[in-house]
């Protein structure tokens, strides 16, 4: 007898299915990094309390847990769970996502700064996670056989360079093996931690925040110090925000509760539960965890963990940096699609390697995670309260809450916000410093080229003309209308462009068929393919083309020109047109410059070192033909 299965029950299982698979992704994707703090934050809390192995006092090691639970459940549970999550920009998530969903009419004032400013203050995240992740993995040699001391380091950079090598291949390829293994680490942490739990049950009273306030109240000068180290149990919480657009923030939800959440406080009182055991000489609390035949395969699986932790992190650098490309906020940069299916998934060239090379000295010179986590933190703290305050904009501007809910809802949480940044500011002597170095240089350059950037477009706006000027310069007989089509590419839509007035001045000739090509970035992920084009008709055989992209799609002239027969009529074929450029040379204004010497010089170095217009553009370079102008700002 044949068995039918009912169409309602297929459907649901596929739903089931479908359920399933998101929350692996969610696993592999999103809670690399704060999965596998447990390595290294409980540690270094400890230490800033002034633990040394072999035991500590049970207040100290209560108070440090119940900080860190409730840590996790205000930050990570109610603040980006319940609230940030919400603030998405079409499904995208991000401070640079967010900045662009407040200025969705202009990218201007203290929102654009903050905005800017945040997503630098990243970069120094990802150059550190990768360092301090993949160390403190390692050192869990130290724990199975002290002997093997020596190995860590090189191990570590043996595995950082791998890392960076294989980062050209995407991580459509091995993405699929991240959530089993998250899934595995997470059920191992787990275990480990039930295990020593129900050793010293006792260790569960931590629960009860009153532990963390007396802790703090008591803490004879250490509370900033600990709440600094405590944070380092949060730090994954702006990558749950910023890789929101690859899985949704239903799956990413659900995988907190039902997982990552219980797995993190099991693990994290189970390495309290050993700490306190009077029994047991301590060095390590995680791999402390485990039994001495274990430690060596649960240092396999922390490196593959930490490895997955790094990837999640630099990935968001790389789709970072290609929303600033195209939102104008930073120079051209050669970017790789490395699959055909997700926008957020690229790699980028340059970037890569200068990743590569300062997490490779960071590790080196720092020397072990107790170290790296002096300069872990301050970055992140900086980029969670900026977050803050950009949510408070948007409970205001975009969910149109009353000013006093909004007030009570981000002020509680910047609070908590603030109290980690001020304890992690306290780390700027012993490292912190590097990391807000590196974002504020990132910043800089963001500054300098969005200033640089809107001068040069000034001052060719200065030579540009009304087109009814310009169209009646085609009436002159001296100027011969030329075979074939130009395409001119340019930023001025209103007026005609100085690249086509000097084409007629200077050569009195043009081809029958222009194209004015405009690239227009809106501040929203993605436009659909059926409202990316507009056409409008000038006359004398010129059409204006304004191409519209979101900030996750990547401008492409040759697949325009190909839509353009389909769209106008227009027999135009993208390999036999000619595409004019301008080849800006830019030089610091006499008098009335927009910046100072070494911010001019600053924009002319980025300006030559910038990719090519023709190679971000798609454009083939045997039809390409470049004009040189000279530009004082």
């Known amino acids: 007898m044949t068995e039918i299965s009912h169409p309602a029950t297929t459907s649901h299982d596929h739903q089931r299915t479908r359920r399933a698979l998101m929350l692996m992704a969610a696993l592999g994707i999103v809670y690399g990094d704060i999965g596998t703090s447990p390595l290294y934050a409980f540690k270094v809390a400890l230490e800033a309390a002034g633990w040394v192995a072999g035991g500590a006092p049970p207040d100290l090691v209560l108070g440090v847990l ?9 930050t990570i549970s109610v603040k980006y769970i319940g609230f940030v999550l919400r603030a998405d920009n079409e499904g995208e998530g991000g401070i640079l996502a967010l900045t662009g969903l407040l200025c969705r009419d202009r990218m201007t004032g203290m929102v654009l700064v903050l905005g800017l400013f945040g997503s630098a203050l990243l970069y120094g995240d990802g150059v550190i996670t990768p360092a301090i992740s993949v160390l403190s993995a390692f050192e869990g040699l130290e724990t199975a056989a002290p002997q093997l001391e ?16 294989i980062q050209c291949r995407g991580t459509a390829r091995i993405a699929r ?10 059920a191992t942490i787990a275990v480990l931690g039930v295990v020593a739990i129900a050793r010293h049950p006792h260790v569960l009273v931590a629960l009860n925040p009153v532990y963390a306030v007396d802790f703090v109240t008591r803490s004879n000068g250490t509370a900033l110090a600990v709440c600094g180290a405590v944070f380092l149990a949060v730090t994954g919480g702006e990558a749950l925000y910023a890789d929101m657009g690859h899985i949704g923030r239903l799956p990413i939800a659900r995988a907190w509760g039902m997982l ?4 993190l406080c099991l693990n994290y009182f189970g390495q309290g539960a050993v700490v306190l055991d009077s029994q047991t000489l301590v060095d390590n609390p995680f791999f402390s965890l485990a039994p001495s035949f274990l430690v060596i395969p649960l240092v396999i699986l922390s490196a593959m963990a930490t490895v997955i932790a790094s990837q999640a992190v630099v990935t968001g650098v790389f789709s970072l940096t290609k929303q600033a490309v195209q939102l104008g906020s930073l120079p051209r940069i050669r970017i790789v699609q490395t699959s055909g299916a997700e926008y957020g998934q690229v790699y980028i060239p340059s970037l890569n390697w200068m990743l590569a090379i300062a997490t490779i000295l960071l590790t080196v010179l720092f020397k072990n995670s107790g170290n790296l986590a002096a300069a872990y933190g301050v970055a992140v703290s900086a980029t969670m309260t900026i977050t803050t305050i950009l949510l408070y904009q948007t409970m205001r501007q975009v969910w149109h809450w009353k ?6 809802v981000a002020g ?4 908590v916000d603030a109290s980690f940044l001020i304890a992690n500011l306290t780390k700027i002597a012993e490292g912190g410093w590097l990391p807000l170095a590196m974002g504020g240089g990132v910043f800089l350059i963001m500054r300098i080229w969005v200033r640089g950037t809107d001068a040069c477009r000034q001052q060719l706006g200065r030579l540009a003309e009304p087109f009814e000027r310009f169209l009646e310069r085609l009436d002159d007989p001296k100027i011969v209308r030329l075979p074939g089509c130009g395409v001119f590419l340019t930023r001025n839509r209103g007026m005609a ?5 000097n084409q007629v001045k200077w050569h009195h000739a043009l081809n029958e068929t222009i194209i004015l090509m405009s690239f227009e970035v809106q501040r929203v992920p993605r436009i659909h393919a059926r409202d990316r084009v507009t056409i409008e008709p000038i006359g004398k055989g010129i059409t204006r083309v304004i191409a519209n992209y979101g900030f996750m799609q990547t401008p492409n002239v040759h697949v325009v020109m190909r839509w353009l027969p389909m769209i106008t009529g227009l027999d135009v074929d993208p390999n036999e047109a000619l595409y004019y450029l301008w080849n800006e040379a830019v030089y610091r204004a006499p008098e009335g410059s927009v910046m100072p010497p070494l911010g001019v010089m600053i924009f002319a170095f980025l300006r ?3 990719a090519r217009a023709s190679d971000y553009f798609g454009l083939p370079q045997e039809r390409v033909i470049e004009v040189g102008i000279h530009l004082e700002i």
């Open 403 to 408: 000013a006093w809910l909004a007030l009570l």
């Open 497 to 501: 462009p100085p690249m086509l007035i």
């Open 150 to 165: 020596h190995f860590v380091m090189p191990l570590t950079v043996l595995v950082l360079i791998g890392f960076f090598l």
């Open 260 to 263: 990552v959440l219980p797995a």
């Open 608 to 610: 030559r070192n910038a």
């Open 412 to 415: 509680a949480f910047l609070t």
């Open 66 to 74: 119940s900080l860190i639970f409730w840590s996790l459940v205000i």
């Open 177 to 186: 093996l991240f959530g089993p293994v998250m899934l595995t680490w997470f």
